[in-house]
């Protein structure tokens, strides 16, 4: 059974950072590219940002650009995501996604 676990999640001024995690299991990990994938509240989902099987390219919407950063340490089965320079626009639940499967989600909420 696929599993993703995302978490980091959290309160954080404006400007502020934050590492998600998402720990993977029930697959092959390194076989697949993964993504961070958000929804803010009220809005639909929001594609942020995806990563090649072996970490070789990345990948970010405009408006992350420059700001996070995504990464995965395939011994450990782990997606991360780093988040610098945090706006109010970037209060969202945060999922991990590969293929049809996600996880349950973290909360982020930017706010001083």
């Known amino acids: 059974e696929v599993q993703l676990v995302e978490s980091g999640g959290g309160l954080v001024q404006p400007g502020g950072s934050l590492r998600l995690s998402c720990a993977a299991s029930?697959?092959?990990?390194?076989?697949?590219?993964m993504s961070w994938v958000r929804q803010a509240p009220g809005k639909g989902l929001e594609w942020v940002s995806v990563?090649?099987?072996?970490?070789?390219?990345?990948y970010y919407a405009e408006s992350m650009e420059g700001r996070f950063t995504i990464s995965r340490d395939n011994a450990k089965n782990t997606l991360y995501l780093q988040m610098n320079s945090l706006k109010s626009d970037d209060t969202a639940v945060y999922y991990c996604?590969?293929?049809?499967?996600w996880g349950q989600g973290t909360p982020v909420t930017v706010s001083s």
């Open positions: 996604n590969t293929g049809g499967s």
């Open positions: 029930g697959f092959t990990f390194d076989d697949y590219a």
């Open positions: 990563i090649t099987w072996n970490g070789g390219s990345t």
